[in-house]
């Protein structure tokens, strides 16, 4: 059974960085895509950011081109999201997921949710 457990928010100022992680549990790791979204109360859950399996190619969503990054390392089982540049409408909770494939924007193509974790960013 899939299970992902998201960690790394927090509260930082504007023009912080915080690095997001996701471990994962499951033998088939290296062979999955993986996505970051983010969610704010009373607003659909948006897609952040995806990583293809061997972690060569990224997508990302215009809001955070330039100032996020993500990375895997699939030996640890774990994908990354590097925040740079942190602007307040960035606040949200953050939710990684498994996609189905690659640059899937949609949260119907993604899957095993992990339970999210809060990302504050003050003015």
């Known amino acids: 059974q899939v299970q992902l457990v998201e960690s790394g928010g927090g509260l930082v100022q504007a023009g912080g960085s915080l690095r997001l992680s996701c471990e994962a549990s499951?033998?088939?790791?290296?062979?999955?895509?993986m996505g970051w979204f983010r969610q704010v109360p009373g607003k659909e859950r948006e897609f952040v950011a995806s990583?293809?399996?061997?972690?060569?190619?990224?997508d990302y969503a215009d809001s955070v081109k330039g100032r996020f990054t993500i990375s895997r390392d699939n030996a640890k089982n774990t994908v990354y999201l590097q925040m740079n540049s942190l602007k307040p409408e960035d606040t949200a909770v953050y939710y990684c997921?498994?996609?189905?494939?690659?640059?899937?924007?949609?949260?119907?193509?993604?899957?095993?949710w992990g339970q999210g974790t809060q990302v504050t960013v003050s003015s």
């Open positions: 499951g033998r088939t790791f290296s062979s999955w895509v």
């Open positions: 997921a498994r996609g189905r494939y690659y640059a899937a924007r949609s949260i119907r193509e993604y899957d095993n």
């Open positions: 990583i293809i399996w061997s972690g060569v190619s990224t």
